[in-house]
């Protein structure tokens, strides 16, 4: 198993452009989610999903959108890049199953520069 | 919500000591994790741990959930344990978001 896979790895993005970061992950979990963490800070939530077809927003997030179309992926837009979206990105995902484990994994990372 | 305090928030030891983290949590909870944040920003699942003590090597890990805390103990500390390690939760009956504590930065001497 690959676990979550994250891609891509680093990315420049000018001001003002969109791009989407891909999140994928071969478990089969039902809860996914997406964070921010910006430098010597903690995680900061964004979005999350617990099944295909619903998603719900966390702590921070303006400027973003998701979508779940399947429960294998779980993609992060972002519309208009400002620098103060300049941050690591992290994805995670767990199995959610009722009354059973929920532990997390998260993948490594994309690396985001919006100058 | 539910939050999640860490502490302390920096902790500087030399190769060997011993060190308790703490984290403290404000609301009941499904799900507690630590994690370890090496230097190169890789979050590393340490323990999954909603109740009782666990172990791996020079780790060790309680939660108790009556209380709403867990200590995470590192002994016998090594230059590679440097990094940040977190705290995480899902709380009970109904969000299921996982919150992160600020975690707490631990530098290792040589």
């Known amino acids: 198993n690959a676990g979550v896979t994250q891609t891509p790895k680093f990315r420049i993005l000018k001001i003002g452009q969109s791009m989407t970061l891909q999140c994928a992950q071969d478990m089969n979990h039902n809860y996914m989610y997406w964070y921010r963490q910006d430098p010597g800070m903690g995680l900061k939530l964004i979005y999350y999903s617990v099944g295909a077809g619903i998603t719900d927003k966390g702590e921070v997030p303006n400027g973003y959108n998701v979508s779940r179309s399947t429960t294998e992926d779980f993609p992060l837009r972002l519309e208009l890049a400002a620098p103060s979206q300049t941050s690591v990105y992290f994805c995670?995902?767990?199995?959610?199953?009722?009354?059973?484990?929920?532990?997390?994994?998260f993948g490594q990372g994309t690396r985001l520069t919006v100058v | 919500g539910i939050q999640v305090e860490q502490s302390p928030p920096d902790l500087i030891l030399q190769e060997g000591a011993n060190s308790t983290l703490r984290c403290n949590f404000s609301?009941?909870?499904?799900?507690l994790q630590w994690f370890h944040q090496n230097p190169w920003g890789q979050l590393i699942n340490l323990f999954y741990i909603p109740s009782g003590t666990k172990q791996n090597g020079r780790l060790s890990a309680t939660t108790v959930a009556t209380e709403r805390y867990s200590l995470l103990y590192i002994s016998s500390s090594q230059t590679t344990d440097s990094g940040v390690y977190f705290c995480?939760?899902?709380?009970?009956?109904?969000?299921?978001?996982?919150?992160f504590g600020k975690g707490t930065k631990l530098t290792v001497n040589p």
């Open positions: 995480a939760v899902i709380t009970q009956g109904g969000s299921e978001k996982l919150v």
């Open positions: 609301d009941s909870v499904n799900n």
């Open positions: 995670a995902s767990s199995s959610g199953l009722p009354g059973g484990d929920t532990e997390a994994f």
